[in-house]
């Protein structure tokens, strides 16, 4: 499986085949409320910080703290700041816009680590949209 579409397929690939992808398949899924394909694009130890003064790890805490942006209705839009990508490791940061959640639109800047994984996905080692407050 490579993940790019056949010639009797348009469907978009339904993993990350670089770390661009990533970020674009988490505005994807959260917009369709797709919790489980949210969990997905973190590898199974990964840390998520789901607002400034929380920092949780694991694909079970971190599927708790999705599961109140997903059922919140949340949006996100994320305009990619920067990437520096070194062999398996991606470092990237993105200006961040989410609505739903809250009364006012949350605007930040997030920091991200990606790593390939052997099958050639990319997935979040890091999330961390509050790493500059």
């Given at each position: 499986m490579t993940g790019q579409p056949t010639a009797n397929s348009a469907a978009p690939a339904k993993f990350a085949e670089t770390p661009q992808r990533l970020?674009?398949?988490f505005v994807e899924r959260l917009a369709a409320g797709d919790l489980d394909g949210l969990v997905e694009l973190y590898?199974?130890?990964a840390l998520f910080a789901p607002n400034p003064a929380t920092e949780v790890s694991g694909s079970a805490a971190i599927r708790e703290q999705l599961v109140g942006y997903v059922s919140g209705g949340a949006r996100i839009t994320l305009d990619l700041r920067r990437i520096a990508v070194i062999e398996d490791i991606a470092l990237?940061?993105?200006d961040a816009t989410?609505?739903?959640f809250g009364e006012q639109p949350l605007v930040t800047t997030t920091t991200e680590v990606a790593r390939r994984q052997q099958d050639g996905r990319w997935l979040y080692a890091v999330d961390h949209p509050f790493f500059n407050h």
């Open positions: 970020a674009e398949l590898e199974a130890g990237m940061s993105s989410v609505v739903g």
